[in-house]
């Protein structure tokens, strides 16, 4: 029963969860700034070539882009939404 109440609690619409997959994508590339423009350096002027060229930094930018996009942020963020929701909700009752 815990899992449900967690579900329900969760639950967000399909519109308003891809807007917090957009936010969350959104503030990975801006957390992983510095990663991206090592991995845009390396890449720059090469063609096929950045595949083993710059194998490294792509690893090193997938590794930041995953820690600040995955299921568990997510959660945390529609949790926020929905808390921030039901704030504004009860306050205009």
Do not use: P
Request: glycine share 6%.
């Amino acid at each position: 029963m815990g899992y449900i109440q967690d579900a329900r609690e969760n639950h967000v619409k399909k519109k308003e969860e891809e807007a917090l997959r957009s936010k969350m994508k959104q503030k990975a590339l801006k957390q992983c700034d510095r990663y991206t423009a090592k991995y845009a350096e390396c890449a720059s002027g090469r063609t096929l070539s950045v595949v083993w060229q710059c194998r490294q930094q792509a690893k090193e930018l997938n590794e930041c882009l995953h820690h600040f996009t995955n299921d568990s942020v997510l959660e945390e963020m529609k949790k926020a939404y929905m808390l921030k929701q039901g704030g504004e909700g009860s306050a205009r009752i």
